[in-house]
Nanobody, 126 residues
Framework: QVQLVESGGGLVQAGGSLTLSCAAS????????MGWFRQAPGKEREFVAA????????YYAGSVKGRFTISRDNAKNTMYLQMNSLKPEDTAVYYC???????????????????WGQGTQVTVSS
């Protein structure tokens, strides 16, 4: 069993920055692909960014590419999402997720992830 805990959300003005963290328990963290998703009120959960087990492969949604950076520190069992140039449309609950080891890192569907955090709210004011 893996537990994920997000932190770092908050209220920020447009153009500002935030860094989200996702701390994981369990020994499989360093061999598992992970991702960030978000869900705005009244909308479906959408993919934000994905990273493979080593951190050497990353993929971003078009809406955040060039502004957000996904990374991980396997020694700390923690994944990060650096968010710059935030826009009001980035407002959402952000979730981190992890796959079982060996699962394809570039399958971006939410159903391909096995464990989820509880989410952290990010609000960007205009």
């Amino acid at each position: 069993q893996v537990q994920l805990v997000e932190s770092g959300g908050g209220l920020v003005q447009a153009g500002g920055s935030l860094t989200l963290s996702c701390a994981a328990s369990g020994r499989t963290f360093s061999s598992a692909a992970m991702g960030w998703f978000r869900q705005a009120p009244g909308k479906e959960r959408e993919f934000v960014a994905a990273i493979n087990w080593s951190g050497g492969m990353r993929y971003y949604a078009g809406s955040v590419k060039g502004r957000f950076t996904i990374s991980r520190d396997n020694a700390k069992n923690t994944m990060y999402l650096q968010m710059n140039s935030l826009k009001p449309e980035d407002t959402a609950v952000y979730y981190c997720a992890i796959k079982r080891p060996g699962s394809s890192w570039n399958n971006l569907q939410p159903t391909s992830y096995d464990y989820w955090g509880q989410g952290t709210q990010v609000t960007v004011s205009s």
